[in-house]
């Protein structure tokens, strides 16, 4: 008895060791990584809004968007920030569309799908798909042979999110 008492003990210890010395790390480098996050948005955002000079950031209740602005300050198009359940993780991707409801360019941010499948999501092949099509033409049949449930998490949030960016706007 006092042998397991003792060996639990020193679990123990090591795994209060091993919590403080991780969040120790943590919040030694959580600046760092949401300062590295924010960058990998805004260059996301520069991908699907390549026209635009400048960015504005609007946030309309629970809807988050972007206004891309030209030389002149005109709106040339708007970029939401989306998010969808893929077959093995949540895939993070930033869409862009003109003022006519087209798609000007799509961005994974962050994935960790199936490498080899669920992956081809983040390649131009898939991304190109998409390019100056209207955003209530695309659906499931322009997912991905053998990675349907992942490329049908990005089309799916990326149709309901514009289509409320959309409804949004009309207001």
């Given at each position: 008895?006092?042998?397991?008492?003792?060996?639990?003990?020193?679990?123990?210890l090591?795994?209060?060791?091993?919590?403080?010395?991780?969040?120790f790390?943590?919040?030694?480098s959580?600046?760092?990584?949401?300062?590295q996050?924010?960058?990998?948005?805004?260059?996301g955002?520069?991908?699907?809004l390549?026209?635009?000079?400048?960015?504005?950031?609007?946030?309309?209740?629970?809807?988050?968007?972007?206004?891309?602005?030209?030389?002149?300050n005109?709106?040339?198009?708007?970029?939401?920030?989306?998010?969808?359940?893929?077959?093995?993780?949540?895939i993070?991707?930033?869409?862009?569309i003109?003022n006519?409801g087209?798609?000007?360019?799509?961005?994974?941010?962050?994935?960790?799908?199936?490498?080899?499948?669920?992956?081809?999501?983040?390649?131009?092949?898939?991304?190109?798909?998409?390019?100056?099509?209207?955003?209530?033409?695309?659906?499931?049949?322009?997912?991905?042979t053998?990675?349907?449930?992942?490329?049908?998490?990005?089309?799916?949030?990326?149709?309901?999110?514009?289509e409320a960016?959309?409804?949004?706007?009309?207001?």
């Amino acid at each position: 008895m006092k042998e397991i008492l003792r060996l639990g003990l020193a679990l123990f210890l090591i795994c209060v060791i091993s919590a403080a010395i991780l969040s120790f790390v943590y919040g030694l480098s959580r600046e760092r990584i949401l300062s590295q996050k924010k960058q990998e948005e805004l260059q996301g955002l520069r991908k699907v809004l390549p026209d635009a000079l400048r960015i504005e950031k609007i946030e309309a209740g629970d809807l988050v968007y972007y206004i891309g602005y030209d030389k002149d300050n005109k709106d040339i198009g708007k970029a939401i920030i989306v998010s969808g359940k893929g077959y093995s993780s949540d895939i993070v991707s930033c869409v862009g569309i003109d003022n006519e409801g087209r798609i000007l360019g799509i961005e994974i941010l962050s994935q960790a799908e199936t490498p080899g499948l669920g992956a081809k999501i983040a390649e131009p092949a898939f991304l190109s798909k998409f390019k100056r099509r209207n955003i209530k033409d695309i659906g499931s049949h322009d997912a991905i042979t053998g990675a349907t449930i992942s490329s049908c998490a990005v089309i799916n949030a990326i149709k309901e999110k514009i289509e409320a960016l959309i409804q949004k706007l009309k207001k």
